[in-house]
Nanobody, 126 residues
Framework: QVQLVESGGGLVQTGGSLRLSCTAS????????MGWFRQAPGNEREFVAA????????GYAESLKGRFTISKDNAKNTVYLQMNSLKPEDTAVYYC???????????????????WGQGTQVTVSS
C-alpha cells in the first residue's frame, strides 16, 4: 500500500508562488507516474500535471502551462509542484496521486490513479 503525504499548501496573495511536495512511502511501479489534481468547492477534480518516475515524461493541463512546473526527486520518492503567478481561481484542495500501472503515456484521468494523498489547501487571495 503506497502512502502519499502532501505538504506546502497555504494562503498566498495573487501573483505569489507556492511549492507543493508529495512524498511516497515507496516507489510505484518503475513505469509508474505521479500526478497532481485539484478540486475547488462545487467542482469536479481536475488534472493539473503528471510526471513519470522513469524518464521524467511530463504532462500539464493546457490552461496551466507556463505557470505550473512539476518535477521529481527519485532518490526521495518525492514529486513537487511549483506554482507561480497564482490567481484566485487556483484556489482549491490539491491532491497528489500515484498511477502504478504500466502505460505508454501519462493519464489525465483521476480514475487511472490508484493511490491518493490527503490533499493540501491552497488559497489565493485577491
Amino acid at each position: 500500500q503506497v502512502q502519499l503525504v502532501e505538504s506546502g499548501g497555504g494562503l498566498v496573495q495573487t501573483g505569489g508562488s507556492l511549492r507543493l511536495s508529495c512524498t511516497a512511502s515507496e516507489r510505484t511501479a518503475s513505469s509508474g507516474a505521479m500526478g497532481w489534481f485539484r478540486q475547488a468547492p462545487g467542482n469536479e477534480r481536475e488534472f493539473v500535471a503528471a510526471i513519470m518516475w522513469s524518464g521524467g515524461r511530463i504532462g500539464y493541463a493546457e490552461s496551466l502551462k507556463g505557470r505550473f512546473t512539476i518535477s521529481k526527486d527519485n532518490a526521495k520518492n518525492t514529486v513537487y509542484l511549483q506554482m507561480n503567478s497564482l490567481k484566485p481561481e487556483d484556489t482549491a484542495v490539491y491532491y497528489c496521486a500515484a498511477d502504478s500501472r504500466l502505460r505508454i503515456g501519462l493519464s489525465a484521468s483521476a480514475y487511472d490513479y490508484d493511490y491518493w494523498g490527503q490533499g493540501t489547501q491552497v488559497t489565493v487571495s485577491s
